[in-house]
């Protein structure tokens, strides 16, 4: 037996037990509240219903938290794409004094807490009028030090032969950066933009502190406050689980292959 072998031997029981709840929620959402409710509980429905579904999209509010989060995910990973790779580009072509200084402070950032950061943010977010609406959800989200170091180091590892003939043919700094630098960095923009996309949909923390108002909630701040104000109605709440974890999961099959290249890319590699 090879060791290739031995490894799936052994990763397969672990992906099994990762898999299982996400299968058991799968499952609870097309159960009737009777199965649910039942002890010991059912690992299978005796029969299926899309009662959960139908409910979180006619009776309750859900819809107008799909589409609040899909705007501020979808504003996160073009800020993403846009200011960190162009950061990136800056820090690892671009000669300019203090470079050294300005990337180390960047990356200094990443070793703040996030929750050292929230009472100053929020005060600063408040001053500027942006409490209780969707853009204090987006704006964090516009940019981040871990974006922008992913996409120097996968710059760093494109040859400069390239951008130099791309020179000499006459395009700009940014002519080159768009035509040359970016189409050969999707395997890092499909990486990156997994990250943020998961990051900022997921988010909770911050859109609790920060919108009070039911109708600029988030999937994950309506689903959190779902459960009370609905007696935990276990179908409509698990239907609501599986419909936020399908991007995610969707986003991640599509985007895996590019993984690979990016860590071998990018000096991430652990």
Aim: charged letters at 10%.
């Amino acid at each position: 037996m090879t060791r290739r072998s031995l490894a799936h031997l052994f990763l397969m029981p672990l992906a099994l037990l990762f898999v299982a709840p996400l299968v058991w929620m799968a499952l609870t959402a097309f159960m009737p509240d009777a199965d649910i409710n039942t002890y010991p509980p059912k690992l299978w429905p005796e029969h299926f219903t899309l009662d959960g579904f139908r409910r979180i999209f006619t009776e309750d509010e859900y819809p107008l938290w799909l589409a609040n989060t899909v705007i501020v995910a979808g504003s996160a990973v073009l800020g993403h794409v846009v200011l960190c790779s162009l950061a990136g580009y800056g820090f690892a072509r671009i000669e300019f004094r203090g470079r050294g200084v300005a990337f180390a402070a960047v990356m200094a950032t990443i070793m703040v807490p996030a929750q050292v950061l929230m009472i100053p943010t929020f005060l600063l977010f408040k001053n500027m009028g942006l409490i209780d609406t969707l853009g204090a959800a987006i704006v964090p989200w516009l940019a981040s030090a871990f974006g922008v170091f992913l996409m120097r180091q996968f710059f760093l590892s494109l040859p400069k032969e390239l951008e130099e003939a791309a020179v000499i043919d006459g395009c700009s700094r940014l002519g080159v950066f768009f035509r040359v630098v970016l189409p050969l960095a999707r395997p890092a923009l499909a990486t990156l933009v997994v990250f943020t996309l998961l990051g900022a949909w997921n988010d909770l923390i911050w859109p609790l502190i920060a919108i009070s108002s039911e109708s600029g909630y988030t999937l994950q701040l309506g689903l959190a406050t779902f459960a009370g104000a609905r007696h935990t109605e276990w179908s409509a709440l698990m239907a609501g689980n599986v419909v936020a974890v399908l991007p995610l999961v969707l986003a991640f099959i599509l985007a895996q292959r590019h993984f690979v290249a990016t860590m071998s890319f990018s000096g991430l590699k652990g």
